[in-house]
């Protein structure tokens, strides 16, 4: 079972170290991803878009943003809260870093699932680098709830 207090959850080091590479390795993409379409944003361009043709269409939607803050600035903060998160946990090992980290994957997954949504059902069009980013927040969460989950062997010693 999936064990959320943050005090009693032990990786062993070499998940932890795993865990931490793809954290730092996926948060990164998405940064980048959600960097490109925040400049894009405040630029007043949409973003080009060469597989599919609905970049434009997403961005440009009244989904697109909250309130007067563009979703994508959303993102690049919650990408860039992970990789500091991760980036902490490798400068102090502090578990907990890494598994506050984990938590914060579970947020991300759930809005890229209602973004994801939102396009394929009400704005009916597909945009590349927001499919981008829910796929990074997929991955983070997959890496995430390997990190959340005790090794089997730590819970049978204790």
Known sequence: MMNLNLSSTTLSPNKAKVIAIAFLIVSFIGFLDSSYLTVQH?????????????????????????????????????????????VAYFDTKKERLLLLAALLTIAGFLASLYFVYLQLF????????????????????????????RDRDSKQCR
């Open 42 to 86: 405040y630029r007043g361009e949409p973003p080009s878009c060469a597989i599919f043709t609905g970049c434009e269409t997403v961005a440009e939607s009244k989904y697109a943003v909250a309130g007067p803050i563009p979703l994508a600035l959303l993102g690049l903060l919650y990408y860039l809260a992970i990789f500091i998160l991760t």
């Open 122 to 149: 009400v704005i009916k069009a597909i945009c590349l680098y927001c499919m981008i980013s829910a796929a990074s927040s997929t991955a983070l969460f997959t890496f995430g709830a390997f990190a959340m989950f």
